[in-house]
């Protein structure tokens, strides 16, 4: 069977993208010089383009032309049961352990912090009224300098003026929220619950992950509820929303007796494997 002509092109432009002729953030020839080149049409042209970026190898800028796209090694988290475990509920300690340790360097933004009016998905989470006022504290995650993930969590005023101030300080907290609480008003988590939903990223997380504007790359997007033990039983103290982007995030659920010692590898998957998997997802 004949191989057509734009797969041709774009296997060729692939190999010369992984023999680093055609270097990451370096732009390709635009479409006249490769429809020149292959002595082929423009639409034949662009099919090969087309190819190339559901394969994630290349990107189209608006106005400026294709470029290839920068190698992500993906980093693997393991979702395990303690509290202070995976994505972490520390803001940096505990949150970070897993990346250090498989020998990557992880960063974050010191905290954005605000005093909002609980809406929405918060609210009910929270089990408090539209219109309270919450704590939002906010930061960027980094690993090897690369945005890794967006992490927003609100927590009811009346834990601050219990005595949780630090909650509304642009300072992290050592040691994890959780700790903290523990230690100023005598809170314990009891037990948390996470739901995760696959969708599309908004403008701005299009911009600070630096993913596609066609969203074409989804977005994993947890959200973790903190319980407290109280009279009535468990009662939600925090929301955690932390935003992922597919291409540079995978996951790992142990369950019974697996070998302990073995370092997580990352599967390699294409972009068009992640884009088939994408639906919108409901915000609650």
């Given at each position: 069977?004949?191989?057509?002509?734009?797969?041709?092109?774009a296997?060729?432009?692939?190999?010369?993208?992984k023999s680093?002729?055609?270097?990451?953030?370096?732009q390709?020839?635009?479409?006249l010089e490769?429809a020149?080149?292959y002595?082929?049409?423009?639409?034949?042209?662009?099919?090969?383009?087309?190819?190339l970026?559901a394969n994630?190898?290349?990107?189209?800028?608006?106005g400026?032309?294709?470029?290839?796209?920068?190698?992500?090694?993906?980093?693997?988290?393991?979702?395990?049961?303690?509290?202070e475990a995976d994505?972490?509920?520390?803001?940096?300690?505990?949150?970070?352990?897993?990346?250090?340790?498989?020998?990557?360097?992880?960063?974050?933004?010191?905290p954005?912090?605000a005093?909002e009016?609980?809406?929405g998905s918060?609210?009910?989470?929270?089990?408090?009224?539209?219109g309270?006022?919450v704590?939002?504290?906010h930061?960027e995650r980094f690993?090897?300098?690369?945005?890794?993930?967006l992490r927003?969590?609100?927590?009811?005023?009346?834990?601050?003026?219990?005595?949780?101030?630090?909650l509304?300080s642009a300072?992290?907290?050592?040691?994890?929220?959780?700790a903290?609480?523990?230690d100023?008003l005598?809170?314990?988590?009891?037990?948390?619950r996470?739901?995760?939903?696959?969708?599309?990223?908004?403008?701005e997380?299009?911009?600070?992950?630096?993913?596609?504007e066609d969203?074409?790359t989804?977005?994993?997007?947890?959200?973790r509820t903190?319980?407290?033990?109280?009279?009535?039983?468990?009662?939600?103290?925090r929301?955690?929303f932390?935003?992922?982007?597919?291409?540079?995030?995978?996951f790992?659920?142990n369950?019974?007796?697996?070998?302990?010692?073995?370092?997580p590898?990352?599967?390699?998957?294409?972009v068009?494997?992640l884009?088939?998997?994408?639906?919108s997802?409901?915000?609650?």
């Amino acid at each position: 069977m004949t191989t057509p002509m734009y797969r041709r092109i774009a296997l060729e432009l692939r190999q010369q993208i992984k023999s680093g002729t055609l270097e990451p953030g370096g732009q390709l020839p635009t479409e006249l010089e490769l429809a020149e080149r292959y002595e082929a049409s423009r639409n034949t042209v662009r099919d090969a383009i087309k190819w190339l970026t559901a394969n994630g190898l290349v990107e189209t800028r608006p106005g400026q032309g294709t470029f290839v796209r920068d190698r992500i090694t993906p980093f693997v988290t393991t979702l395990s049961p303690g509290p202070e475990a995976d994505l972490g509920e520390g803001e940096v300690d505990a949150a970070f352990a897993e990346v250090s340790q498989g020998g990557r360097q992880p960063s974050v933004s010191p905290p954005t912090v605000a005093v909002e009016l609980a809406a929405g998905s918060v609210a009910a989470r929270l089990h408090v009224p539209e219109g309270t006022q919450v704590v939002s504290r906010h930061q960027e995650r980094f690993i090897d300098g690369k945005p890794w993930a967006l992490r927003t969590s609100y927590y009811p005023m009346d834990l601050v003026t219990h005595g949780a101030l630090r909650l509304i300080s642009a300072e992290r907290i050592s040691g994890g929220a959780i700790a903290y609480l523990h230690d100023a008003l005598g809170l314990a988590q009891v037990g948390y619950r996470d739901r995760i939903l696959i969708r599309r990223p908004d403008e701005e997380e299009s911009r600070f992950f630096g993913l596609s504007e066609d969203g074409r790359t989804p977005v994993v997007n947890i959200v973790r509820t903190g319980y407290r033990a109280s009279e009535a039983g468990p009662l939600p103290y925090r929301v955690t929303f932390t935003v992922l982007p597919a291409d540079r995030n995978q996951f790992i659920i142990n369950s019974g007796e697996v070998p302990g010692h073995l370092a997580p590898v990352a599967d390699q998957l294409r972009v068009a494997d992640l884009s088939a998997c994408v639906w919108s997802a409901p915000s609650w």
